[in-house]
């Protein structure tokens, strides 16, 4: 049996000259593990947590690393190989440069990267589309025609189709209907346990991550400041300032926990 991929910041401090925006944030992410969430604020350091897990922000302190090795200089192969088993999805990923590429176009070009991969599974285009909740007429759907929260499906539909070992999901759902979020979730949940493919949500959606991840860590002056269940964090008696202020903001979220 393949040794599952392990994607780790380890006492990770990082930023842009002269701010350090992370300071000494601890992850570890294996293929098969269950979803993890990385909730807090603006400004709390998300996207450059999301940058430096990538490759594209070179730490100050501490280290990244795919399998032992630095994901900001890994050499060409393993770099290929640190694509195929990672991929990452913003709310912004699906870039249109070709008007006349379609929906089906674009998930056969993921799926073909997974077969070369030897990553393929049996997941048709069909499948996909109806995993992300669109119908199987989107298949021949210019990109260009889509709307912001249908480009995000596909994005995620894409994502999938490559069968990554692990997912990191940086506000995937923010033009997606509020009220078909629980379901899309719900949806991405049991196709990607089946695929076992690892996830880490990174988003503002308190509802989004407490479906999806049975642990949450909340990010608040560049660290990890509390870990555990989302609903238990956010109704507990004991919070840190950070925790009670998301709960503030989101009265109909905490209500829903208790």
Known sequence: MATPAVLRADDLWAGYPGASVLRGVTLEVRGGDAPVGVVGPSGAGKTTLVRALQGRLRPSRGSVTFDGRPVHRLPRRENKAFKAAVRFTSQDSLTVTDPRLTVARSLGVALGEARKAGRSHGTSMNDLLETVGLAPHFAARRLVTLSGGEKQRVALASAIATRPEILVLDEPLTAVDPQARADLARRLATVLGELGT?????????????????????????????TGRLGELLTAAEQH??????????????????
Do not use: K, N
């Not at 690892?198 to 509390?226: I, K, Y």
């Open 198 to 226: 690892a996830v880490v949500l990174v988003s503002h959606d308190l509802e989004l991550v407490e479906r999806t991840c049975p642990q949450v860590h909340v990010l608040a002056e560049g660290t990890f400041v509390a």
């Open 241 to 258: 300032p950070t925790v009670r202020e998301l709960a503030q903001a989101a009265p109909l979220a905490v209500q829903r926990f208790r």
